[in-house]
């Protein structure tokens, strides 16, 4: 039986070691994703119990650290602004005239009641700084070859503690992913569509999210307009822009 059993074990450690390194597939991910700064002007749909609506709003980010973003339309939130700076969030609200600063627990909820949290809209970290990553196995999605990626937190400051890729084997998109909590809980799933190739990178004009703990069709993020590498100005990423 040991005779037979050399050649299988040969055989499967050799098909395992055909898969690239999960570092690599991340660093290349990353450098699709994320861009010095950028400017996008998008639509959020959201796929409700009792119907959808649409959200549109413009937003700048410079790295991982600053965003703004200011809602356009329908008029109900036509001139909320939001704005990043590192680990803090505010939200200014022109019926009130107020702005608050969003933190802890309340940075979990769903921002408009939309499947996206506000922790997922914060979200601009590389994979590579916040997760060790390997590669389990390949599949096809959608007609496209990838790799399957499992990702799991090195880092105690994320929303997700492991998450599980489905990347694009030619152009390192991942065209589907699955967000875990550390009891292994599914949380979100998201996917990619509609990818392009913008400059000297792959970018998907449509993602769709999905929250695995409510009801509804999940939350399309539709990019109208988006420009990489754009100058931004400094006044832009301050307390005072919310309010003008």
Not at 44 to 61: K, Y
Not at 75 to 94: C, F, H, I, Q, T
Not at 194 to 221: A, C, H, N, Q
Request: aromatic share 10%; proline share 4%.
């Amino acid at each position: 039986m040991k005779y037979l059993i050399a050649p299988f074990l040969f055989i499967s450690l050799l098909s395992f070691g055909q898969y690239p390194e999960g570092k690599e597939i991340v660093r290349k991910i990353d450098e699709n994703m994320s861009s010095e700064s950028r400017m996008i002007l998008s639509k959020m749909v959201i796929h409700g119990r009792r119907g959808s609506r649409t959200i549109e709003s413009r937003s700048w980010s410079e790295g991982e650290d600053s965003s703004f973003t200011e809602y356009l339309s329908p008029p109900r939130e036509k001139g909320v602004k939001m704005l990043k700076l590192e680990d803090n969030l505010w939200m200014y609200s022109p019926s009130t005239d107020r702005t608050i600063q969003i933190s802890g627990h309340m940075l979990r909820q769903s921002v408009m009641g939309s499947d996206l949290s506000y922790e997922d809209m914060m979200d601009d970290r590389k994979l590579m700084t916040d997760y060790e990553s390997r590669v389990v196995g390949e599949e096809t999605v959608d007609e496209n070859p990838c790799w399957i990626v499992q990702l799991t937190a090195i880092s105690e400051d994320v929303a997700y503690h492991s998450r599980k890729m489905w990347v694009d084997k030619v152009r390192y998109i991942p065209v589907k992913s699955e967000l875990f909590a550390k009891s292994g809980k599914l949380l979100k799933r998201l996917e990619m569509f509609d990818v392009v190739k913008m400059e000297s990178r792959w970018y998907p004009r449509k993602m769709i999210f999905r929250d695995m703990l409510k009801e509804g069709d999940g939350t399309e993020f539709i990019i109208d307009e988006i420009h990489f590498n754009v100058d931004i100005p400094p006044a832009l990423m301050t307390k005072g822009a919310l309010r003008k």
